[in-house]
């Protein structure tokens, strides 16, 4: 089963708003990633975490603000966010065994976000 | 740095004939990975297909073909019997353990259409 869940699937929050989109998978997987893409671009990776540990921020404004809770789940906590982080917000999963044939990416359906 | 390179933007082919997205890629390691995800309209990132470099081999899968050129670091996707399922944002991309700690490195994109 290579299913990564994500809800909401979309959503609408004024500038002033707290939201937080989540992301679930399991497979067994120790790494999990967050991505923001905008329409017909590739996704940009904004945070990985690494057996529940922040190992990557690709230097996301603080008004993103991600959470791991456990080994299967994913939260990126929203606040005070501007019209241009309206986009798609993907989460993926891996198997971060160090073994290389196990880093492929399985990718949820994301969150359709519109910041008003 | 590593780059990947989808040079064509769109492409459209016949229902039931077969089509070839290119990809190139640039890198001085040795040892990586190589994806083509599908995004249809419905948003979720799917994985078509995945090629190890030190594979000679190359990879399929039921109608999806890679024709993998280490040499010229090429690696384009060959879809046959082309079905009406199959139209989406096509996504080229590579990872390496040394190079990119395994983070991937996406390509523009090619948008495919199937024409009926």
């Known amino acids: 089963d290579t299913e990564v869940t994500q809800t909401p699937k979309h959503l609408v929050m004024g500038m002033t708003n707290k939201k937080s989109l989540k992301c679930e998978q399991h497979?067994?997987?120790?790494?999990m990633y967050w991505y923001k893409q905008k329409a017909k671009k590739p996704p940009e990776l904004m945070f990985v975490y690494s057996y529940e540990k922040l190992s990557i921020n690709e230097s996301v404004p603080s008004r993103f603000s991600p959470e791991c809770p456990n080994s299967s789940l994913l939260n990126l906590h929203l606040h005070a966010l501007q019209p241009e982080d309206s986009a798609l917000y993907l989460c993926?999963?891996?198997?971060?065994?160090?073994?290389?044939?196990?880093?492929?990416?399985?990718f949820g359906p994301g969150t359709r976000l519109l910041v008003l | 740095a590593q780059t990947v390179t989808q040079s064509q933007p769109e492409m459209s082919v016949q229902e039931a004939e077969t089509v070839t997205l290119s990809c190139t890629y640039d890198t001085s390691e040795s040892d990586y990975y190589l994806f083509w995800y599908k995004q249809p309209p419905s948003r979720q990132m799917i994985l078509v297909i995945r090629?190890?470099?030190?594979k000679q081999q190359n990879a399929t899968e039921n109608r999806f073909s890679v024709n993998f050129q280490k040499a010229a670091k090429s690696f384009s996707l060959k879809i046959s019997d082309s079905q009406l399922g199959d139209a989406a944002m096509y996504f080229c991309?590579?990872?390496?353990?040394?190079?990119?700690?395994?983070?991937?490195?996406w390509g523009a994109g090619t948008k495919l259409i199937i024409k009926p």
């Open positions: 090629q190890e470099a030190y």
């Open positions: 991309a590579y990872t390496a353990p040394m190079d990119s700690n395994y983070q991937l490195i």
């Open positions: 497979m067994g997987h120790r790494a």
């Open positions: 993926a999963s891996s198997q971060d065994s160090l073994a290389a044939e196990q880093e492929t990416q399985y």
